[in-house]
């Protein structure tokens, strides 16, 4: 089983690339931001491979990061999504915004990838919700997001008056042009931090945060 090939980056094309290892090349399938961070023949690289053995033919799948190819794996254990619609949701969402979107509930970051409508990005949601919260959290959600967001959902515990404060900022903000997974951890951040302020006082300082 081959989980790294570090060689000459010979040829690019599409969504893959052949890396020669040793003067044996090898095609490995990559999603576009992993393709992007590739050097330009014919220089060294090193990727991350998950290796899919079928009947008929041995796969290779590699990513630049180890968050990238820990998300391929996860999307591919739901229903429906092969090993192809994985690397095109990937292609199309960073695993940051992915872990975003699962919280906020949108639908977006994966329709947006070719193979994906409607009903199994919503069944993405579904399944992934339970499995997401044993992905490390994205580089990008800051120490002080998090603790907030962990505060806000502790506070809230069964009660839903905090949860419905969160969907109608997130509608209201969805309305006004912004995606719910850029929206949701500044509109989490900002209920835990300002306990007890109304729908108006959370949009207001939501639009100032993204408008940046």
């Known amino acids: 089983m081959i989980g ?3 060689g000459l980056v010979s040829h690019i094309e599409g969504d893959h690339c052949l890396i020669d290892v040793n003067g044996v090349g090898y095609v490995v399938s990559v999603s576009s931001h992993t393709l992007g961070l590739l050097p330009r023949p014919p ?3 090193r990727v991350l ?4 053995v079928r009947e008929d033919a041995i796969q290779l799948f590699g990513f630049a990061e180890a968050d990238e190819q820990a998300w391929f794996r996860l999307l591919t254990t739901v229903q429906g999504v092969g090993n192809r619609v994985a690397l095109a949701i990937l292609s199309a969402s960073r695993p940051s915004l992915l872990w975003q979107a699962v919280h906020a509930e949108d639908r977006t970051a994966f329709t947006q990838a070719a193979g994906v409508g409607p009903k199994l990005a919503t069944r993405l949601l579904t399944e992934l919700k339970s499995k997401v919260a044993r992905m490390p959290a994205p580089a990008s959600m800051s120490g002080q997001s998090l603790a907030a967001a ?4 502790a506070g809230r515990g069964g009660s839903g008056g905090t949860d419905g404060l969160e969907q109608d900022a997130l509608m209201a903000l969805e ?12 509109v989490n951040r900002l209920i835990g931090e300002n306990a007890g302020e109304g729908l108006d006082v959370i949009i207001r300082l939501a639009l100032r945060e993204l408008a940046r």
């Not at 491979?49 to 899919?52: A, H, L, N, Q």
Request: glycine share 16%.
């Open 43 to 45: 220089e060294v690289a």
């Open 49 to 52: 491979v998950e290796t899919i």
């Open 175 to 186: 309305g006004l042009g912004f995606r719910r997974a850029e929206s949701w951890p500044i």
């Open 4 to 6: 790294q090939l570090t």
């Open 150 to 153: 962990g505060g806000a959902a």
